[in-house]
Nanobody, 124 residues
Framework: QVQLVESGGGLVQAGGSLTLSCAAS????????MGWFRQGPGKEREFVAA????????RYADSVKGRFTISRDNAKNTVYLQMNSLKPEDTAVYYC?????????????????WGQGTQVTVSS
């Protein structure tokens, strides 16, 4: 079992930065690929970024490439999402997720574990 708790959301002006954290409980965290998703107002949930269990591989949605960076610290059971150059269209609830296979995360398939989400609001 893995429990995920996101934090770090908030209100930021366009062009600003935020770093989200996702703390995981469970001894098997380091064996899971991790991902970030978001759901904006009136929109479906969409894939944002993913990272392999080792941290050696990452994937990004085209809309965030070059602005967002996903990373993880397996010693701290935590995955991060550094968000720079934020835009109003980045406003959403951000969720982290865990799955043994990064391909499932990128494909936004049925994933093993989800967090409860953290709100990010970008003002223009």
């Amino acid at each position: 079992q893995v429990q995920l708790v996101e934090s770090g959301g908030g209100l930021v002006q366009a062009g600003g930065s935020l770093t989200l954290s996702c703390a995981a409980s469970g001894r098997t965290f380091s064996s899971y690929a991790m991902g970030w998703f978001r759901q904006g107002p009136g929109k479906e949930r969409e894939f944002v970024a993913a990272i392999t269990w080792s941290g050696g591989g990452t994937r990004y949605a085209d809309s965030v490439k070059g602005r967002f960076t996903i990373s993880r610290d397996n010693a701290k059971n935590t995955v991060y999402l550094q968000m720079n150059s934020l835009k109003p269209e980045d406003t959403a609830v951000y969720y982290c997720a865990a799955d043994p296979n990064i391909i499932n995360i990128v494909a936004a398939g049925k994933l093993d574990y989800w967090g409860q989400g953290t709100q990010v609001t970008v003002s223009s």
